[in-house]
T-cell receptor, first 111, second 113 residues
Framework: QQQVKQSPQSLIVQKGGIPIINCAYENTAFDYFPWYQQFPGKGPALLIAIRPDVSEKKEGRFTISFNKSAKQFSLHIMDSQPGDSATYFCAASKGIGKLIFGTGTRLQVFP | DTAVSQTPKYLVTQMGNDKSIKCEQNLGHDTMYWYKQDSKKFLKIMFSYNNKELIINETVPNRFSPKSPDKAHLNLHINSLELGDSAVYFC????????????FGPGTRLTVL
């Protein structure tokens, strides 16, 4: 049972565009929602995370928008660059650190 | 460098063999994890240890046995390897069990022939 649904599966944008990746969750007990970035051959790296008491969080060019009532959260990448080309994973957890991952979005940013 | 490290990076072996993957973190974290990433890149938690104590044990075949000799090390031993075990295995750590910021190692690509 997929508890965190992620879309789209892949995304292609031009440099400078604003790709948006969406995730939806089912378990209202989740209280931590991170986004991870993974380059080929590397481990996932924590990009940004949010807790449900805020609706938005920005770190540099990365923004998480969180809608608690809709049980959805999304990642926006401002002024995207070719170096942002990677696979992005959303995740959710409650309590003891067991991260439930989405299925990943492969982002390609063309010059 | 402060990091989570894994050895080996690549592991190619025959069906039926037994193999181990080692993980070490020098971040001073209390909690460590093993994740499996399949061919479709889906990441799923397998185990978690907090200060050498097993706290998460997902529905994993008992051919997989984690061992934590101390809180900086978490090894994964796999008996009687099967074709379906082929995947990338990631170790991760977090500062303590309820602090969910997890840092991942570079992964070990296991190929079972």
């Amino acid at each position: 049972q997929q508890q965190v649904k992620q879309s789209p599966q892949s995304l292609i944008v031009q440099k400078g565009g604003i790709p948006i990746i969406n995730c939806a969750y089912e378990n209202t007990a989740f209280d931590y929602f991170p986004w991870y970035q993974q380059f080929p051959g590397k481990g996932p790296a924590l990009l940004i995370a949010i807790r449900p008491d805020v609706s938005e969080k920005k770190e540099g060019r990365f923004t998480i928008s969180f809608n608690k009532s809709a049980k959805q959260f999304s990642l926006h990448i401002m002024d995207s660059q070719p170096g942002d080309s990677a696979t992005y994973f959303c995740a959710a957890s409650k309590g003891i650190g067991k991260l439930i991952f989405g299925t990943g979005t492969r982002l390609q940013v063309f010059p | 460098d402060t990091a989570v490290s894994q050895t080996p990076k690549y592991l190619v072996t025959q069906m039926g063999n037994d193999k181990s993957i080692k993980c070490e973190q020098n971040l001073g974290h209390d909690t460590m994890y093993w994740y499996k990433q399949d061919s479709k890149k889906f990441l799923k938690i397998m185990f978690s240890y907090n200060n050498k104590e097993l706290i998460i044990n997902e529905t994993v075949p008992n051919r997989f046995s984690p061992k934590s000799p101390d809180k900086a090390h978490l090894n994964l031993h796999i008996n009687s390897l099967e074709l379906g075990d082929s995947a990338v295995y990631f170790c991760a750590s977090s500062p303590w069990v309820q602090q969910n910021e997890q840092f991942f190692g570079p992964g070990t690509r296991l190929t079972v022939l």
